[in-house]
């Protein structure tokens, strides 16, 4: 069974940074690793909102246009641990971060969250004003 942890989350005044972490309990070959973000009143797993993804093989990121040039997706595949450092960030940014893993071939990784078989429990980031 494998299990996602998360760690980083916490709260920051527009403009800050933060850096989330998702560590997984074993290594990976060929997947797509993914945040997710969650706001109240979109309760079900399928209402998280994808942020951007990194295949483990050669590194290849993707990102929503809300966060591009200010998110960065990075993976450190000798720890198994999946980062998503945060700068820049907007009150609109605050939810529950979710990390996720899903197997694949290529590097195409898949964008919505009915696609991904392993998740994180989540890490709540606030942006104040």
Not at 11 to 36: E, I, K, M, N, P
Not at 76 to 84: K, P, Q, R, W
Not at 95 to 104: H, I, L, S, V
């Given at each position: 069974q494998?299990q ?13 940074s933060?850096?989330?972490s998702c560590t ?8 797509c690793?993914a945040?997710?973000?969650?706001v109240?009143?979109k ?5 998280r909102?994808?942020v951007?993804n990194?295949?483990n093989?050669n ?5 929503t ?5 200010r998110?960065t997706?990075?993976?450190?595949n000798a720890e ?19 990390c996720?893993?899903?197997?694949k ?5 898949y964008v919505?969250?009915?696609?991904y ?13």
């Amino acid at each position: 069974q494998v299990q996602l942890v998360e760690s980083g989350g916490g709260s920051v005044q527009a403009g800050g940074s933060l850096r989330l972490s998702c560590t997984a309990s074993t290594s990976f070959f060929r997947y797509c690793w993914a945040w997710f973000r969650q706001v109240p009143g979109k309760e079900r797993t399928l209402e998280r909102e994808w942020v951007g993804n990194i295949y483990n093989s050669n590194g290849m990121t993707d990102y929503t246009d809300s966060v591009k040039g200010r998110f960065t997706v990075s993976l450190d595949n000798a720890e198994n641990t999946l980062y998503l450092q945060m700068n820049s960030l907007k009150p609109e940014d605050s939810a529950m971060y979710y990390c996720a893993a899903e197997p694949k071939g290529d590097s195409m990784c898949y964008v919505t969250p009915g696609s991904y078989r392993y998740w994180g429990h989540g890490t709540q980031v606030t942006v104040s004003t």
